[in-house]
């Protein structure tokens, strides 16, 4: 996945509010959103979202590159 459709994948995340719903939104598998975000997040070097079980919110460093 090339670094646009991460940052699509990243921004229907923060959109949807978990990881779960915006795979549903994408139309993705739920594993794809999760790689897709943790590539974005090593390829930028700083990690963008807080993850819980249930949501997911957006860091300080998060906040700053939505």
């Known amino acids: 996945m090339n670094f646009i459709q991460q940052l ?6 923060v959109d949807n509010g978990s990881f779960s719903r915006a795979a549903e939104a994408l139309r993705m598998a739920r594993p794809g959103v ?10 930028v070097g700083a990690r963008l979202l807080q993850r819980t079980t249930r949501r997911s919110s957006l860091t300080t460093e998060g906040e700053r590159f939505y």
């Open 8 to 13: 699509h994948v990243f921004v229907a995340v």
């Open 34 to 43: 999760t790689n897709a975000v943790n590539a974005l997040e090593d390829e």
